[in-house]
């Protein structure tokens, strides 16, 4: 497999918001960081998020309901365990993402930086929504990274991306008061027309732009879902300083010799 993305993957990324590569991760890396989120969701060790935080349609209504303790994600990731930093701040990644934000991109530890779970029993529905909404840059310019962990698809709940949305400009009245695209509005229903799934196997990665509309369903099968994932930012974007991105220092990705 090429180590960098080539001209037709970038110009997919540029158009689409979006790439998949198949098999990035080693497979005894992804084998343990699926093990290690397997242990610590077990437990579970701190600190997660629980499903009943989002509040997202099928999360459990509190914590003391049935299934109130379902984690949706174990946070920290890089902070968790060595294997997880190793993976996101691998050359592997340090040289696409120094093709996608220039050199050497920083890791933003307070957005994603997580293992993404999805339970077959208590998981939610995520809405369409894009990431950024949330965030404080300079610039609405970051790249997240998505590794399965195991098989990911429609039936357990995988990504479901809207191609090319990360350049649409879309009215405030598109969108709820907690920004995600409002599907009873025919203009967002022809949008929504346009979605493909991003099917994952272990070890593949999706890297996509923090702009793009994505969602993803209820987890119909008997195993948990496991996914890293981890969000990127140019060396000259950087996070407004007093608002929620900016709360944990960035990790600096490796130097790629050019
Ligand atoms: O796995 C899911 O439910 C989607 C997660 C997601 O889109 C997010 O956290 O931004």
Same mark, same amino acid.
């Given at each position: 497999m090429p180590s960098t993305f080539t001209n037709t993957e970038l110009t997919q990324?540029?158009?689409? *918001? !979006?790439?998949i590569v198949r098999g990035l991760a080693p497979a005894a890396a992804a084998t343990r960081m699926?093990?290690?989120? /397997? $242990?610590? &969701?077990?437990e579970p060790r701190p600190p997660v998020e629980y499903e009943t935080d989002t509040q997202y349609p099928g999360a459990p209504a509190s914590l003391d309901a049935p299934g109130g303790r379902t984690v949706r994600r174990l946070l920290q990731a890089v902070a968790r365990d060595v294997v997880f930093r190793e993976w996101a701040t691998s050359s592997l990644l340090a040289m696409r993402l120094m093709q996608l934000l220039g050199p050497r991109a920083h890791l933003s530890q307070s957005h994603h930086n997580c293992i993404m779970t999805k339970n077959p029993a208590y998981s939610s529905v995520t809405h369409w929504h894009r990431d950024i909404r949330y965030w404080s840059f300079d610039k609405p310019e970051l790249v997240s990274v998505w590794l399965a962990l195991g098989e990911e698809h429609v039936k357990n709940g995988c990504l479901l991306l809207l191609p090319g949305s990360h350049r649409l400009t879309i009215h405030e009245n598109q969108l709820d008061a907690a920004q995600f695209l409002r599907p009873d509005l025919e203009q967002n229903r022809a949008l929504?027309?346009? $979605?493909?799934?991003a099917e994952l196997h272990p070890g593949d990665a999706l890297f996509f732009h923090c702009r793009l509309f994505h969602a993803a369903g209820h987890n119909q099968t008997a195993d948990t879902k496991?996914?890293?994932?981890?969000? !990127?930012?140019?060396a000259?974007? @950087? +996070?407004? +300083? *007093?608002?929620?991105?900016?709360? /944990? +220092?960035? %990790? &600096? @990705? +490796?130097? %790629? @010799?050019?």
């Open positions: 990324f540029t158009r689409d *918001g !979006y790439a699926r093990e290690v989120a /397997l $242990q610590h &969701l077990a929504l027309r346009t $979605q493909i799934a496991l996914s890293v994932v981890h969000t !990127y930012h140019a000259d974007n @950087l +996070p407004l +300083p *007093g608002t929620r991105s900016a709360a /944990l +220092p960035d %990790v &600096l @990705l +490796p130097e %790629v @010799l050019t």
